[in-house]
Antibody, heavy 117, light 107 residues
Framework: QVQLVESGGGVVQPGGSLRLSCAAS????????MHWVRQAPGKGLYWVAF????????YYADSVKGRFTISRDNSKNTLNLQMNSLKVEDTAVYYC??????????WGQGTTVTVSS | DIQMTQSPSSLSASVGDRVTITCRAS??????LNWYQQKPGKAPKLLIY???SLQGGVPSRFSGSGSGTDFALTISSLQPEDFATYYC?????????FGQGTQVEIK
């Protein structure tokens, strides 16, 4: 079945780095754009980044621009999010989601990132 | 960025009630509006896309309406499994902003 599985979350100090991954299965990964969305504890959903199906175009929320990099490896059906210069306010559950054509139709279960000293 | 404002932030309702949640965009977004449901500890689930199209497998008691800047999600007869938080999302711009969420609680 169609599935997304995130990994790579953990605890990191402010200013540190972390790399999240999202393994896709059950669909032709190389044909779809992909998103990262996060949710801080007790808060709402916040869109983080998007990458087009072929990886040529990438878009970021202003709050992460210049610090986070979204990438993909279509040969391995994997989406990545490299997070540098992490801040306490980046603490959240990070979800990857498949772009269905103007909506996010498949979501992973999320991976938790905690930025704390 | 386009701001999305949901009303109310929370509501209490009983099983069988008709419930409507509204979402207003800070600028015209045509019909580029989606609705998601999220239960505690779970990932969001797509309910409605393009303002009024029902995602496959979603019960027909859910419906969406609106265009331009004002939108609504209606649950015609609230069921026990519908108690959750609901989010609107605009996809008019590449920055895919969400509303702040509406928590639907049991009265």
């Amino acid at each position: 079945q169609v599935q997304l599985v995130e990994s790579g979350g953990g605890v990191v100090q402010p200013g540190g780095s972390l790399r999240l991954s999202c393994a896709a299965s059950g669909f032709t990964f190389s044909s779809y754009g992909m998103h990262w969305v996060r949710q801080a504890p007790g808060k709402g959903l916040y869109w983080v980044a998007f990458i087009r199906y072929e990886g040529s175009n990438k878009y970021y929320a202003d709050s992460v621009k210049g610090r986070f990099t979204i990438s993909r490896d279509n040969s391995k059906n994997t989406l990545n999010l490299q997070m540098n210069s992490l801040k306490v306010e980046d603490t959240a559950v990070y979800y990857c989601a498949k772009e269905g054509g103007g909506y996010m139709d498949v979501w992973g279960q999320g991976t938790t990132v905690t930025v704390s000293s | 960025d386009i701001q999305m404002t949901q009303s109310p932030s929370s509501l209490s309702a009983s099983v069988g009630d008709r419930v409507t949640i509204t979402c207003r965009a800070s600028q015209i977004i045509n019909s580029y509006l989606n609705w998601y449901q999220q239960k505690p500890g779970k990932a969001p689930k797509l309910l409605i896309y393009a303002a009024s199209s029902l995602q496959g497998g979603v019960p027909s008691r859910f419906s969406g309406s609106g265009s331009g800047t004002d939108f609504a999600l209606t649950i015609s007869s609230l069921q026990p499994e519908d108690f959750a938080t609901y989010y609107c999302q605009q996809t008019f711009s590449t920055s895919r902003t969400f509303g702040q969420g509406t928590q639907v609680e049991i009265k």
